[in-house]
């Protein structure tokens, strides 16, 4: 099977598997990954994760050109943004996930790390997540704002909306998309609580261990 092929396999079950487990509603979401002539597979405008069809899957240039398949997401200035800025970005998820999208609403979380240290999964795969301002939908500008970030972070939430996560492949873009959704969970779950999260040394070492910042 061509690279290509094998991709478009995986990106569709990769999404209808997040679609089945209620973690982005409806038509919302977007996946893209890039092959090793740079060109770049992303989910269609208006498609459902649970229901794509590999063959339909959006094909474009390194430079986001339309070269075939169905028109691709109105989100792909998110996409594009990471793959520029981040030069081992292999592939980018974004999800309408509920507990992140809660996250983001609540005012006492802070803009610049809005994961409390709860467990070590989300500091090693995801390191600090930034919280980005509200846009409307499809804005050129939510591009510009992860740009803004210099190629800094690999995870970001933008407000009311959910979360961007890239990382040098699918499978690694998925399950990182999967920690900050579950820590997301666990800081709904566990606000208000005497919950015990990690303390400074704890979240120092892992940063030293994992390399994450
Ligand atoms: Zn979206």
């Known amino acids: 099977m061509s690279e290509e092929s094998r991709l478009r396999e ?12 209620g973690l982005t509603p409806g038509s919302s979401g977007n996946i ?34 339309h070269l075939g398949g169905d028109l691709p997401t109105k989100e792909i200035p998110l996409h594009s943004a990471f793959y520029d800025t981040r030069k081992p970005t292999g592939a ?36 600090k997540v930034k919280l980005l301002p509200f846009f409307l939908p499809g804005d050129p500008a939510m591009g510009d704002a992860v740009r803004g970030l210099a190629g800094q972070r690999s995870a970001v939430l933008l407000a009311n909306h959910g979360p961007v996560v890239a990382a040098k492949d699918l499978s690694a873009a998925v399950f ?14 566990t606000r208000g609580l005497p919950a015990r999260g990690l303390v400074q040394s704890q979240i120092d ?6 390399d994450k910042t």
Do not use: Q
């Open 176 to 189: 990182a998309m999967e920690e900050l959704e579950e820590t997301a969970k666990l800081a709904i779950l």
């Open 32 to 65: 893209s990954a890039r092959m090793s002539d740079g060109t770049v597979l992303v989910t269609p405008t208006g498609s459902s994760m649970g229901f794509l069809d590999p063959a339909r899957i959006s094909h474009l240039s390194a430079d986001m050109v």
């Open 92 to 127: 980018v998820v974004h999800l309408h996930s509920t507990h992140s999208v809660a996250l983001s609403m609540l005012t006492d979380t802070d803009p610049d790390d809005v994961l409390p240290p709860l467990t070590p999964y989300s500091i090693m795969k995801l390191g």
């Open 205 to 210: 070492a892992l940063v030293a261990r994992f």
């Open 10 to 21: 995986e990106i569709a079950l990769f999404a209808k598997s997040l679609f089945d487990r």
